[in-house]
């Protein structure tokens, strides 16, 4: 028969566990002041670095993005105010303002060409068209996180993949899985036919008309009876390789 343990044994356990809990607090504890320690170290050296590479941060969009790659890792965003340390270091914060305050014109005065959905590619050579006197100076990644500011303003700004695409939207316009399959289809040649999202998608008469005339409605898509054959062609000016090509020559 086996003895059960006396009153003495259970309070030599008891103990035994509140030093074993009390040893993992403190190991924790420990843990969690040295991290904090060496995020704090990290943070000190990320400021000298910025003081000494500012030039290349402020002129180089390569070496700024990794900077900023940097800075995340840390939990730092220099972008999160234009006031503080960063901001009076490096002018991030005004430098990525201006571009969002260049960006929402650009949209704004294509909209009516585009619908309000107009590709990364074409928005940042409009941009660096504009910024001409520095055209090198902004990159796409530049303008994603200048747009990821922008969200705050509520009016539907927002970066949308589509097939291979990035594309930025500024309407608050909801497209669905038909939508972005008719666009990516459209980015071969910068248009669709009925006939085409028929075959290729294999989709009713009644299914891609219905897409296509939502396209329609929202401004996205643009009519072209023009040609011989009589098939109306559905222009896509956001993924339109005509489009890009036009805008760069501008």
């Not at 747009?147 to 949308?160: A, C, D, P």
Request: glycine share 8%; hydrophobic share 35%; net charge positive.
């Amino acid at each position: 028969m086996r003895r059960r343990p006396g009153i003495g044994g259970l309070q030599t356990a008891a103990a035994a566990r509140d030093q074993y809990r009390q040893l993992g607090e403190n190991v924790a504890k420990l843990r969690t002041d040295m991290m904090k320690e060496q995020l704090s170290t990290f943070r000190s050296q990320l400021e000298d670095f910025a003081r000494k590479h500012k030039k290349d941060i402020s002129k180089n969009p390569a070496f700024r993005s990794q900077f900023h790659e940097m800075c995340a890792k840390v939990g730092v965003d220099p972008l999160a105010s234009n006031k503080g340390f960063w901001a009076e270091l490096l002018g991030i914060g005004d430098f990525y303002y201006e571009i969002g305050v260049q960006i929402v014109d650009i949209c704004l005065s294509t909209r009516p060409h585009n619908g309000g959905l107009i590709s990364l590619q074409e928005l940042c050579t409009l941009l660096r068209q504009r910024r001409k006197s520095d055209r090198e100076a902004v990159s796409e990644d530049d303008c994603l996180r200048a747009i990821s500011k922008l969200k705050i303003l509520g009016s539907g700004f927002e970066v949308i993949t589509v097939g291979k695409k990035k594309l930025v939207r500024s309407v608050p316009t909801e497209l669905n899985k038909d939508h972005n399959e008719i666009l990516e289809l459209a980015q071969a040649q910068g248009y669709v036919t009925v006939d085409e999202v028929e075959r290729r998608l294999s989709w009713t008469s009644g299914r891609a008309v219905d897409a296509l005339d939502t396209l329609l409605d929202e401004g996205l898509a643009m009519i072209d009876d023009g040609h011989r054959d009589g098939r109306r062609r559905y222009w896509f000016p956001c993924v339109s390789p005509i489009s890009s090509s036009l805008t760069t020559d501008a």
